[in-house]
């Protein structure tokens, strides 16, 4: 079959009601170490998150603090507390925006291919992915060394100018024009993946990004509201 065209999703925040590796990783160190432990781990892990953020480090290099708290942490344990952090919050009312998964299934009833472009990791988007029939996950992939996560992530990372290029990359394999494509986000770094596609969608979150997106005449779905 010729694919015409892809539409790439930003996951957090545009798809789902939330910033899925810090839920995961909470989730995880409760899972871990119990539930005081692991509430203390989530709180000293954010507290550095913090201290980075107030130095005015880019987001790259916060992505990649992040991750290091997986440092020596096996990765059959890790999918198998991400499908269990997944079954928990996919229960919960308001996990899926509503706008975007419809614009999700009509792009796969049109015979488009879905792809996920996402600063998170694979490990954490699997199940999310395989329940909604997405085969591209162009996410963050964790290096593993002799059968464990070394807490650095395999160049290049899919944030900011990370995703357009990912996203690039796809379509070019795919053979399909960008023009062609769609695209969707809710944050201004999101904007590099946008800007690479014919026709962009922004989910109102990021006044930021609203605001670019109404100059450029871009349409914008409102998260809250209901689709039928």
């Not at 996920?116 to 699997?126: D, H, P, Y």
């Amino acid at each position: 079959m010729t694919v015409r065209k892809v539409a790439f999703f930003d996951v957090d925040e545009t798809l789902i009601d939330l910033k899925s590796m810090f839920s995961f990783r909470a989730f995880y160190f409760r899972q871990l170490l119990g539930e005081e432990r692991g509430a203390q781990a989530e709180t000293a892990a954010a507290q550095q998150i913090d201290d980075h953020l107030r130095q005015g480090r880019d987001r790259s290099a916060i992505n990649t603090l992040f991750y290091e708290v997986f440092r020596d942490h096996l990765p059959w344990q890790v999918a198998e507390a991400a499908e269990a952090w997944y079954a928990q919050e996919r229960l919960r009312p308001g996990f899926f925006i509503p706008a975007s998964l419809h614009a999700l299934k009509a792009h796969q009833r049109e015979g488009d291919v879905v792809a996920f472009v996402s600063g998170s990791a694979i490990e954490f988007l699997t199940p999310l992915s395989r329940e909604l029939g997405v085969n591209h996950v162009l996410a963050n992939q964790l290096e593993i060394r002799h059968g464990r996560f070394t807490g650095q992530l395999i160049p290049p990372q899919t944030i900011g100018i990370g995703k357009r290029e990912a996203a690039q990359r796809l379509m070019a394999e795919l053979k399909v024009a960008a023009s062609e494509c769609h695209g969707y986000g809710d944050h201004l770094s999101d904007l590099p993946l946008l800007e690479s596609v014919g026709h962009p969608t922004v989910v109102a979150r990021d006044p930021a990004l609203v605001r670019h997106a109404e100059q450029a005449g871009w349409p914008v779905l409102q998260p809250t509201i209901p689709v039928y």
